[in-house]
């Protein structure tokens, strides 16, 4: 049973434009939603994380946007560069524990 | 701060055979979880020590296996290796003592299994 669920499985982009990567989730006991940035050959690196309590984080060119009552949650990446070319993976969390149930990422690719 | 260090970084063994994996924290953490990434999956919870005890654990048989020493450090065991066992396993460490720390991943060991 997948816990979060994350779409799309791929996403291509032009440098500049905007990439939207949604996932949604059911355990309505998670309380922190961390989306992580995987490169080839590395781990996963956190790259930004909201709490239920806020619809919206924003950290440079990245923005989560958070809907509680649809228990969805989406990372937007504005003016999208080539370097931004990864999987990314949304994940949750609950009571502190740090131990993340991941969805199954999005290749995202940008060309130049 | 070299962070999250994990060995070896590539592993090929035989179906059937046993392996060991090792992990280093970051410095000032003291909780190691592991963690399966089978290829185009995204990463699967398999345990997490701390204080030298297994605190929590994933939905994995137990071929699988681990033990933190008391410099934090770890290792994963598997026994009897499966073909379904090749995947890439990464430790990631944390400090739950800490409010708003998160899991930082080290880069993974790529386990091959023919």
Known sequence: QQQVKQSPQSLIVQKGGISIINCAYE???FDYFPWYQQFPGKGPALLIAIRPDVSEKKEGRFTISFNKSAKQFSLHIMDSQPGDSATYFCAATSGGSYIPTFGRGTSLIVHP | D?????????LIKTRGQQVTLRCSPK???????????????GPQFIFQYYEEEERQRGNFPDRFSGHQFPNYSSELNVNALLLGDSALYLCASSSPGHPDTEAFFGQGT???VV
Do not use: C, E, I, K
Request: hydrophobic share 25%.
């Open chain 2, 110 to 112: 790529r386990l091959t």
């Open chain 2, 2 to 10: 070299a962070g999250v260090t994990q060995s070896p970084t590539h």
């Open chain 2, 27 to 41: 410095s000032g953490h003291d909780t190691v979880s592991w963690y399966q990434q089978a290829l185009g999956q």
């Open chain 1, 27 to 29: 355990n309505t006991a």
